[in-house]
């Protein structure tokens, strides 16, 4: 890269950069039941709120977990996490909007969603003891632009939120959902990928059959994966140049009621991303197009994938494995949100001092 070109980008990130990093404050199942998420404020409160999401008091910095701890149980569901208190209740088929606080921009990479059976009581359970199975995992939606679009913008576009569908085949039970953006920024050095993994309690109804197997949230990646240590500051040509770390999508993620996409129901998730290339229109198989007509809200409101534009053929159109998540169309017009520099995390441009460290 040229000095210049590290100059702007320099720029671009020191204007753009917000403070916090960030952690998921409001759940929304099934487009209408709404839950809180945890919120490391709690702690100084007196009675705290029994929510669905996982406690994590040591994330008052909204921080994140680093490849070198990938080994150890606080990947499971963040520093120090401890089971939340309450249970949201899900229909296998539904789909969860997890909200982010507002996510900063620079923080590009593949957002991922796991499932874990925690037997009689997702409040109590050992997350030792959890076995993680992938039911979506998105990276590069579109390879255009240095860097290029990952899933972490597409949620951005999407106010900050991302809809996964819990798969209508599993069976009923009580699972922990983790879900998870890793930031790339920094991830062209060892060590400097960024893991933001955050836990909720749900329990799940329906009729479906499958168990998949997984794997401890200690065994998901390795600090050395190759999508954990990536340069995301080059040309790609294709989405599927990334490869997303962790297992491979769970092959009946997709299947099952309408309106799972079902020709796009790859198993592996590299190649999941690889079907999202820059579309001028949408794929026949997109599942949103069954969905109301196009609406614009604004981008501070929760919106589902069911709202992805058809309409709007300029857009890149996602259409990942769980057919959902990040498929809105850019918000151009709006702006982006309140932003400030403080000095804190400035990426990949401290690849010698170790930014966005404490
Ligand atoms: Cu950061």
Redesign the pocket.
């Known amino acids: 890269m040229t000095k210049s070109l590290i100059t702007a980008s320099l720029l671009a990130t020191l204007a753009t950069h917000v403070a916090?990093?960030g952690i998921v404050t409001k759940i929304v199942v099934g487009g209408t039941k709404t839950y809180q998420g945890y919120s490391p404020d709690f702690q100084y409160q007196p009675t705290p709120p029994a929510v669905i999401g996982w406690t994590a008091p040591l994330t008052q910095d909204r921080?994140?977990v680093e490849p070198a701890s990938f080994g150890s149980p606080d990947i499971i569901c963040h520093k120090g996490a401890t089971p939340g208190k309450a249970v949201a209740q899900v229909v296998a088929g539904e789909t969860i909007d997890l909200q982010w606080t507002v996510w900063?921009d620079?923080?590009k990479g593949p957002v991922m969603d796991y499932l874990a059976d925690c037997g009689s009581d997702c409040t109590t359970v050992d997350k030792t003891q959890l076995k993680f199975f992938k039911i979506d995992g998105v990276g590069i939606t579109n390879p255009a632009g240095t860097p290029p679009n990952f899933a972490s913008d597409d949620m951005i576009k999407n106010a900050s939120t991302w809809s996964v569908k819990i798969p209508a085949s599993i069976k009923p039970g009580n699972y922990v959902l983790r879900h998870e953006t890793i930031?790339l920024?920094s991830a062209g050095q060892e060590n400097g990928a960024?893991a933001y993994p955050q836990c909720i309690n749900i329990q799940v109804t329906g009729s479906g059959t499958a168990s998949p197997a997984g794997v401890a949230g200690t065994s998901l990646y390795k600090s050395t994966d190759p999508g954990i240590i990536f340069d995301i500051y080059r040309k790609f040509t294709s989405t599927s140049e990334y490869p997303v770390p962790g297992p491979a999508v769970f092959d009946g993620s997709s299947s099952g009621s309408a309106p799972a996409p079902v020709a796009s129901a790859a198993p592996a998730a590299s190649k999941a991303s690889s079907a999202a290339a820059p579309a001028a229109t949408v794929p026949a198989t997109k599942p949103s197009s069954v969905a109301a007509p196009a609406t614009t809200l604004p981008a501070t409101t929760l919106k589902t994938s069911t709202t992805a534009a058809p309409a709007s053929s300029a857009a890149p159109v996602q259409n990942n494995t769980g057919g959902q998540g990040g498929s809105a169309p850019p918000q151009r017009g709006q702006g982006p949100p309140p932003k400030q520099n403080n000095g804190?995390?400035n990426?990949r441009f401290s690849r010698g001092n170790r930014g966005?460290r404490r």
Do not use: R, T
């Open positions: 916090a990093h921080g994140f900063p620079s923080h930031a920024h960024q804190q995390c990426g966005c």
